[in-house]
């Protein structure tokens, strides 16, 4: 009995392991969209929505209550700050993490290019809370 026990709990921590699957990342093929240099990247108006988006709502589990960071309107920039590196995307934890570009988890979907292009121009410009 004790070997059917330790077989069974093997074979669930294996496929436990080898389930998850990361065909929904980023196809690497199709370029991030070019942001333009004079486009204004505001955090209120063009960072936070994409947070809150129909069908992509990141807000549903990062909502100060699930996981962290708190993604909701009002609290997105002071829960993110502390895992961006203002004018480094690529070297932020932040944008490391994004559906689609290395999420620990698979939520179900990936955020689009132009929103992802969007957050790391908004990253490597600053990062501003404007």
Not at 17 to 31: G, V
Request: with cysteine; glycine share 6%; charged share 20%.
């Amino acid at each position: 009995m004790k070997k059917r026990i330790s077989f069974f709990l093997m074979s669930s921590l294996i496929l436990f392991n080898f389930s998850c699957y990361y065909d929904q990342e980023i196809d690497l093929s199709q370029p991030l969209p070019d942001i333009p240099v004079d486009q204004t990247i505001s955090f209120s108006t063009d960072i936070e929505p994409i947070f809150a988006k129909s069908g992509k709502d990141c807000t549903a589990c990062h909502n100060g209550n699930v996981a962290n960071p708190d993604l909701q309107a009002g609290n997105a920039y002071a829960d993110i700050i502390s895992q961006i590196v203002p004018g480094d995307a690529e070297g932020s934890t932040f944008y490391q993490r994004l559906p689609g570009n290395g999420h620990p988890l698979d939520v179900g979907f990936v955020m689009d290019n132009a929103d992802i292009a969007l957050i790391k121009a908004w990253i490597d410009r600053g990062a501003e809370n404007n």
